[in-house]
């Protein structure tokens, strides 16, 4: 995982922060900072509102300062996912809510460790480096994921050591050893795809909402994957495995993060091989999945056709990226014989390494995937549609690929000139994987 830290910043002079946790919740901190002389520190801001903030100004001399922190007060107060909130007998809070920044015109790494003199401990993505230290450099801040301080049990997810599992008590009112097997089971469905874990260290934090469902999850990577969802607390355990968000986010996990040309790649993969994941877990039909890519794929359409997906916009970027992920698996499996697929290619990338705690530029992946082809074929699409958009027929693609709809009935050709693919696309082979076990609960469809 030495990747994680960026050369760049190794060097950066560094302010040292030790956080005394002084109650097993995490409801005060004593922190104590110490930042070299070169970034001339002069003054300590906190991000949030500063009502929960106690130190003596002359504390800031020389770049050093000292802090009590009621972080407790403050998550009730923020009670923000993006901020600081409460999180059981824990608090969740993010690196730059954490900690009293340096104001400095320099690049600066923050290094900040822990001490639990009355008990808890932290759940984190971030790694301590030898002295026991987590580093993010402060112009990077907004990209570490939240870290967990206080009383909380967080476990291997079963059958993925790889990643931790934590779950408020009592969050919803599914059971959490429930809510515990449907991210399992989710993280098996991705294992299937990425043939290994998607990220190695990885942090899944579940966070009550009252909204229903699934209603919202993102992933932060900066130094190791945190993905943070929603789960409504009047979830049921059927609306977990008909929701999309978790799976989506897990996907996110296994290729590297790319924004040069900005979030459509990532977004695209993301949005195009959900739907596919669930059906060969046997949480959707293949009739769900073309139906949804017929009435969906539409909304990227101007990006494929016009101005391009480096330049769509929110509304753009997932299904003008899901349009460029099934142009980019169908020219791969044709330019192969059917041996190669544009997945097999994502999952050649993460097997050298490069998941979402690394960053690499749009076009380094899809050269990846020229070169497993041995023929330049996704590069040719990207030029055609990333900068600016060229023409493409989205329905007559589902004409060559046999898949039509009347009203919310699919049909299919078998005898059309790309049906062959189907079953390539949908199941990844000939034949149909075993279905995973939906905690018994599931009743299919
Ligand atoms: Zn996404």
Redesign the pocket.
Known sequence: MLAMLSPAHADDPTCDYDVTVLDSHAAKLDISVACDPALEVKQFTALGNRDHWWTDPAGYKDGKGRFTYELGAFAQAEDDMGSAMPFGDAVLATPGFLLPLPETPRAAMLRFRFRFPAGGKVVTALQPDQDGYYRVPLLRLNEAGPLILGTIAAQAIPGDPALTLAVPPGATEIANEQLTAWVSAVAESNRRFWARSPTEGGLVVLIPSPRTGVPFG??LSLGGAVVTVLVGKQATPQELYDDWVLV??FL?LGSPLMRDTGAWL??GI??FYEPVLRTRAGWKSEDEVWREWISQMPRGMPAITGIGLENAGRGGI?WGGAVFALMAEIESLRASGGKIGFSDCLRTVLADGADVTVKWPTMKLLDRCDALLGKTVIAPLAKQHVEKGSAMDLDQLWRRLGVSMEGSVVHYDDGAELAWLRPLIIWGGATHPAPIPASGFFSGG
């Open positions: 993102r992933v989506h986010e996110h990532n977004e993301a949005t997932y």
